[in-house]
DNA sequence: AACGGGGCCAACCGCCTTTCC
DNA sequence: CGGAAAGGCGGTTGGCCCCGT
């Protein structure tokens, strides 16, 4: 409502920025870290706001980003995860590590929705093959759509893993692979589904191990050299650490979890496997059913 | 060669959630 | 426990660039 914008000061800078910011930024974040966003601006001599600061950061300067053409792969990637999870582009883009949400939604509006209303111009109603609007727009709370949606994720991720579904989406979600090899971790959404394999592995096994494979859940920030941020705009070369989406709270938790299934692995599997074998059954809160395999528009 | 239109992408805006005090 | 601040996310916009006429 009433509610001030984040920059309220007049001396906040807007638009385009230019190297020197990026240098500077890149030179703060180098220091101290991503983190602390607030600070950034005054600490490392920027006149921009905390947010204008995180966005250029993470959609732009963190090492790790590819930019570019969008595969094959990762476009029916994308597709398929729009229509299991709907617009939620940071939860797309913990699947893509290399990609920013920022990036993905923008190839989602100019190409994909496109390609797909073309494909679907045929047999297709008006909304377009991907849409999922009307999810999307369910009166639900946001928190527990997303419960919904990170249960379906953990559920199609599992079976995914088990590779117990006779046709696959595009690339098997990748994200067991990508979550154990890649600390990068983006992963807000991917270790939300982590977390709930991790919670039901603290819950079923309280004896239990504990993290599996922490592999780097926080790898070096010094991964940018001083020439990544000068101008070239290519990024680095290996996913590495993003501070931004993966804050304190998830960051220590981002590696492992699911890389390696708990031992009393059973029921957890059954009950997650439930929704793919039985289809129709209500789950645990009637879990919204997916729209179809996307592969079909392609 | 000039102009117009469309595509693309970086950045902003506003709302919601989470964290801190 | 409640309010304020910070962080995060998705939608939208503005400007540049390319391509076709």
Redesign the pocket.
């Known amino acids: 409502?009433g509610?001030p914008?984040?920059?309220v000061k007049a001396e906040v800078?807007?638009?385009?920025?230019t190297p020197e910011e990026d240098l500077m930024l890149v030179a703060y974040i180098q220091e101290h870290g991503?983190?602390?966003?607030?600070?950034?601006p005054t600490n490392a001599g920027l006149m921009?706001?905390?947010?204008?600061c995180?966005?250029?950061w993470?959609?732009?300067l963190r090492p790790g980003i590819k930019?570019?053409?969008f595969s094959d792969q990762e476009e029916k990637l994308i597709v398929h995860l729009q229509a299991l999870?709907?617009?939620?582009?940071?939860?797309?883009?913990?699947y893509l590590p290399e990609r920013?949400?920022?990036?993905i939604?923008?190839?989602w509006?100019?190409?994909l929705k496109?390609k797909l209303k073309k494909m679907s111009a045929g047999g297709g109603g008006e909304e377009g093959a991907g849409e999922v609007k009307t999810r999307?727009a369910a009166p639900k709370?946001?928190?527990e759509r997303?419960l919904q949606t990170d249960i379906h994720t953990a559920r199609q991720a599992l079976r995914d893993a088990l590779s117990l579904d006779p046709s696959p989406p595009a690339k098997p979600l990748e994200w067991a692979a990508a979550t154990a090899a890649a600390p990068s971790s983006q992963a807000?959404?991917a270790s939300s589904a982590e977390n709930i394999a991790r919670l039901l592995e603290g819950w079923m096994q309280p004896s239990g191990g504990g993290k599996t494979t922490p592999s780097g859940s926080r790898s070096s920030v010094s991964v940018l050299s001083g020439e990544a941020a000068s101008a070239s705009?290519s990024g680095g070369a290996a996913p590495t650490y993003d501070g931004?989406?993966?804050?304190?709270?998830?960051k220590d938790e981002a590696a492992g979890a699911v890389t390696a299934p708990p031992p009393a692995f059973s029921m957890l599997e059954s009950w997650l496997l439930d929704d793919g074998m039985g289809h129709g059954e209500v789950g645990l809160m009637d879990v919204v059913v997916p729209l179809g395999d996307p592969s079909e528009f392609f």
Do not use: E, F
Request: charged share 25%; hydrophobic share 20%.
């Open positions: 409502m509610r914008p984040c920059c800078k807007k638009g385009p920025w991503p983190g602390n966003w607030r600070a950034v921009r706001c905390s947010k204008s995180r966005l250029r993470t959609n732009y930019r570019g053409n999870l709907g617009n939620r582009w940071a939860a797309i883009a913990s920013t949400d920022n990036d939604k923008n190839y509006n100019t190409h496109k999307a709370g946001q928190w997303r807000t959404y705009h931004s989406t993966v804050t304190s709270k998830t």
